[in-house]
T-cell receptor
């Protein structure tokens, strides 16, 4: 099964607009994390949401989690050109407490913010 | 802010050669990981390491791969005999505790490996 699939695959917006990216997954999870990657660079952790949480905020970021639909969304408000990057969700499958950090990443959403 | 550091940032190697990628995890972290990302593809889990032993590994992590924590700070990934398909960005990561209990996994900048 495929875990952590994002949509859209690419998103192009103007500076100041909001950007919403979605992630769907197949199996039960412990946590879901969102990461950002600038082209050819490392993965920068943005936010972690636990399976018993429904919404979390961090600065201009808002993440929601709907475990009944097995989906999450990442909202970036008032986007800036510097937000241009790829955004990935990564799920930590619920393996009865035996998972040791095996995150499953999606293909990512490429966000382009035009100045 | 503490960070995971990796060396080298880029390495080009001949097919069949051994490669060692090095990582310094965040100092108070106990769980260590290697992931890789083939160009244009998803980030894939390779291995997790805790208490000086492998906790979990993927199908990718075959006998050609090994990990080691040779001292109190470094964590290495060795590929014994590189293949063309090993060309990828390799990410080291660490977390303070088990990821399933809500601990963030922090990634390094990655090491680009090109096998020619």
């Amino acid at each position: 099964s495929q875990q952590g699939e994002e949509d859209p695959q690419a998103l192009s917006i103007q500076e100041g607009e909001n950007a919403t990216m979605n992630c769907s997954y197949k199996t039960s999870i412990n946590n879901l994390q969102w990461y950002r990657q600038n082209s050819g660079r490392g993965l920068v952790h943005l936010i972690l949401i636990r399976s018993n949480e429904r919404e979390k905020h961090s600065g201009r970021l808002r993440v929601t989690l709907d475990t009944s639909k097995k989906s999450s969304s990442l909202l970036i408000t008032a986007s800036r050109a510097a937000d241009t990057a790829s955004y990935f969700c990564a799920t930590d499958a619920d393996a009865g407490g035996t998972s040791y950090g095996k995150l499953t990443f999606g293909q990512g959403t490429i966000l382009t913010v035009h100045p | 802010e503490p960070e995971v550091t990796q060396t080298p940032s880029h390495q080009v190697t001949q097919m069949g050669q051994e490669v060692i990628l090095r990582c310094v995890p965040i100092s108070n972290h106990l769980y260590f990981y290697w992931y890789r990302q083939i160009l244009g593809q998803k980030v894939e889990f390779l291995v997790s390491f805790y208490n000086n032993e492998i906790s979990e590994k993927s199908e990718i992590f075959d006998d050609q791969f090994s990990v080691e924590r040779p001292d109190g700070s470094n964590f290495t990934l060795k590929i014994r005999s590189t293949k063309l398909e090993d060309s990828a960005m390799y990410f080291c990561a660490s977390s303070a505790d088990r990821a399933w209990s809500g601990n963030t996994i922090y990634f390094g900048e990655g090491s680009w490996l090109t096998v020619v």
